[in-house]
């Protein structure tokens, strides 16, 4: 068969428990912690005793019961909205692609953070999209950086970027959370260069400390912010629902775009039910502990194994983000870690175009305290073994 | 906001019984008989038990289980197939999605029957396809119209088709099933010719009388075909589980392509589960009578009180489609009608290019033999109106 559209390598849209190295301790991805899935035994079976709504077609936006529900989850952050602002998708990446469909063309530019989401990379560039990469520091994207950047692309008469993705919350992968007056600016940015804002959003809940700054959505007058949610990172990624929250006429458009047949009502009527019962709030807590807990012995490991890498801690989230010294090769770190039993991620795929090569991210959400334990000691030992045969 | 990429009209992707006419008799579109949604409450329960793969991110391919049930269900028709063949997907809606994703470049050809199923058009269209239209008859495609166009095109230097899309059992709208020898020379085309078959099979087990014919897919020795299945048509919308057969780099390349993090595996642990039991066959055998019952009342009501159409009755599926006289304009009738409480669909929608006006597609799945009588006798009072005020 060769008449495939792309000549893709083969890489994974989706990460699964299925598709990583059997055997090996997962450090690789943002996989939900086994011991704490939740058990919804009780709104499945709420679901199931309302075929009428969940077992029929569901309206394209999805049902008006978890769209008021999710209203009222981000009225907490400051965020004011009503359901028609609300699409619920299959996942936040469900709602980055709806929103590709809807915006982007090929060839188009889309502003990303060096480095950013590396399966939001790959959905991206599957609608020919074309980066504008952006550097970060401690106060999230450098948006001085990017006004000169969009300056130089209007002084050169170039394609003006439609979109800009960003994760402000505990970043994915470097784990910085954006300053409010950061926020702020790529809302004066977005305004005035005429692009739409993918504030994608999935860890906010998950803070360990410090104060949490409100979302760039809460800063949106004019419908230029399009805030891209999850159950997945605090609940259960297996329900595969998630939401976009925008300007109503761009929610529908995405809606139009959904080939899927809408949302499964009837895993919507499930999450429905736990975001009205206090079960969602208490499990966040207990999440929010558990992962707190893994940074913690993560951070701790690194620094007795793993003392050559610069590791910054963030204060909520599910990922670290580890710099080697610039002469280690992440990717042949990575593949000695295999050796003795660890996945972990190279960096390189967590950037839009010419990447360091120094870089590792790690992700703490799914494997146990002793297993990061020793995951950490076996990629201690993958770097010592790089430093004596280099 | 004027930056969107297509000016497109508000058409849905999705049937919903929510996006239809409030309070009218919907016989508009193939939405579940209420009263036969199945009760899901065991294998939902069955689902929740099992966290660990219902609640974490599945495999992007599907469950195992799930893909070798599918394997025994589509077996029974002479399809032999291995899970390595067999991809989930959010119904066959989003398998025919991930195909264009894989095979279709703006401008590339979809072979397609006029008329054919609307949403199928849509999902293509949003792809940039063009369409090459084949009429049928009573043996389905024309294959020796299909043949003599694509020497036309090849004879003119044309871009070849690289898809043909067809319903053969059933087909939506015309109620049509494709005979063996047709099914037989659109494989040999395909390979000569060397485009794919997308071989959509939703309502294939919902055969009133007649002798079944053996799938597309039994026919193909070369992986030519990829057959699109779901469980919307035979047990329940709601779940969203659908699947796409074929060669498996080909299925293996539309996981690629899956942008939401995989189907839902808690979604997929139902359906697996209900596969494995009686509950599938006995539903099947269930809905069947009551489409039987539903086609037969509407027929009988279309004789009474739409003398005019013509109608075929079609061995099993969900739909009927009418011919009225060649001077009725089927929107304008649809529109009377709802001034009497029926929502029809006119045939319009189902042709790629130059429609005919005189077509209706009723569908008799969802209302019950009262509502389709009433909703009947409305379109008759519709059809009167129209010829007392042309």
């Known amino acids: 068969m060769t008449i495939y559209r792309y000549a893709r390598q083969a890489e994974i849209l989706g990460a699964s428990i299925y598709d990583h190295s059997p055997g090996a301790i997962l450090l690789s991805s943002g996989l939900a912690y086994p011991p704490l899935l939740p058990d919804v035994a009780h709104e499945a079976a709420g679901a199931a005793r309302r075929p ?33 602002n609300v699409l619920i998708t299959y996942g936040a990446k469900d709602a980055l692609d709806l929103a590709c469909r809807v915006f982007i063309e090929p060839g188009d530019r889309i502003i990303v953070t060096r480095p950013t989401y590396m399966t939001a990379l790959q959905i991206m560039r599957a609608h020919g999209a074309a980066f504008v990469s952006v550097g970060q520091d401690e106060d999230g994207l450098d948006t001085d950086e990017l006004e000169a950047q969009l300056k130089r692309l209007e002084a050169n008469g170039e394609r003006a970027p439609k979109l800009l993705f960003d994760v402000p919350d505990f970043h994915n992968p470097t784990g910085i959370t954006t300053s409010k007056a950061r926020r702020m600016r790529l809302v004066e940015l977005a305004r005035a260069h005429g692009f739409i804002i993918l504030e994608d959003d999935p860890y906010r809940r998950v803070r360990f400390h410090g104060e949490a700054v409100a979302p760039v959505k809460s800063f949106d007058r004019d419908g230029v912010v399009v805030a891209l949610g999850t159950v997945s990172k605090i609940l259960a990624p297996g329900l595969r629902v998630g939401w976009a929250i925008g300007d109503r006429e761009v929610v529908a458009r995405m809606a139009m775009h959904k080939a899927n047949g809408g949302t499964s009502p009837f895993a919507q009527r499930i999450v429905a039910d736990l975001m009205r019962s206090d079960k969602l709030a208490e499990h966040i807590s207990q999440l929010s502990a558990a992962m707190r807990l893994h940074r913690d012995v993560m951070v701790e490991a690194l620094a007795a194994h793993c003392p050559q890498a610069a590791v910054r801690t963030p204060q909520g989230g599910y990922f670290l983000w580890l710099t080697l010294p610039e002469d ?17 991620s190279s960096g390189r795929l967590c950037f839009p175009n010419q990447a ?3 870089h590792l991210r790690l992700a703490y959400s799914f494997a146990g305290p002793e297993d990061i334990r020793r995951g950490i000691a076996g990629l201690g030992k993958a770097c010592d073994e790089y430093r004596a045969r280099p």
């Not at 309206?59 to 359901?83: N, Y």
């Not at 090769?329 to 870690?337: C, F, G, H, T």
């Open 52 to 84: 009428h709504q969940a077992l029929q077609y569901g309206p394209l936006m999805g049902i008006a019961d978890l769209r008021e529900a999710i209203c009222q989850f981000v009225a907490a952050d400051g965020v004011a909205c009503t359901p028609d």
């Open 356 to 358: 360091p090569a120094n």
């Open 328 to 344: 280690m090769d992440a990717e042949r770190v990575a593949s000695l870690a295999l050796e003795h039993g660890v996945e972990v």
